[in-house]
């Protein structure tokens, strides 16, 4: 997810089995689409994460000695981990929020933290009915649930205006302009429709 304050644009998804490739291919999709530019991250845990978010985004920093130059993080890049340390029991003991790569000290309170992924997952589950429990719409295939999740991630960015995103109107007799995370980072200037959507030629750049 791209953060901006109260806007979360979902970049790129990956789906499969929760091991190391899929943490990679879903960090490599973010990298690609959003070109590099330095991304807020969050996660649990996990220590795939920093291992595979510190191979994407580092970069050969030239210091005019011989050799093969050290390959750093790009400053602004950052990654808030949330960690629940329990008992022998599996009782919650305490939560950690630690900050591994970019920001550390006061400006972790000021990093994004899991708790927002969990809430996408929740919106997710309540528009997917292959996502619910004691369900009969199951995405039987990969290419099925690809498909089902990229198309939701594509209203939830595009098409559904979050009210956290609403601005003061300038048009007479309406209060606030609805507006979508694509509209909020700038990628949109207004609330597409579903006919735009399905009738819109997609154009593909190589």
């Known amino acids: 997810m791209i953060e901006d304050r109260q806007s979360r644009f979902v970049v790129a998804h990956a789906s499969g089995r929760r091991d190391e490739a899929l943490v990679a291919e879903a960090i490599t999709k973010a990298h690609a689409r959003s070109r590099g530019q330095p991304v807020s991250w969050c996660s649990d845990g996990w220590r795939a994460y920093p291992e595979a978010i510190t191979k994407a985004y580092r970069e050969p920093v030239r210091t005019g000695r011989r050799g093969r130059p050290p390959l750093v993080v790009p400053e602004g890049v950052s990654l808030t981990q ?11 003991l305490n939560v950690e929020i630690r900050a591994t790569i970019g920001a550390a000290g006061a400006e972790v309170e000021q990093q994004p933290v899991a708790v927002h992924i969990e809430r996408l997952n929740g919106v997710l589950r309540d528009r997917l009915a292959c996502l619910t429990r004691k369900t009969h719409a199951f995405a ?20 559904r ?42 154009t593909i750049s190589s």
Not at 167 to 180: C, D, E
Request: with cysteine; hydrophobic share 40%; net charge positive.
């Open 82 to 92: 949330t960690i629940k340390h329990r008992d022998g029991h599996g009782r919650l």
């Open 140 to 159: 039987k295939s990969t290419v099925t649930w690809d498909a089902l999740f990229g198309l939701a991630l594509f209203e939830h960015n595009w098409l």
């Open 161 to 202: 205006a979050h009210p956290a995103l609403s601005q003061p109107s300038t048009v007479p007799g309406r209060y606030y302009k609805r507006r979508t995370p694509a509209m909020a980072i700038g990628l949109a200037d207004r609330c597409w429709s579903w006919p735009e959507f399905l009738t819109t030629k997609a």
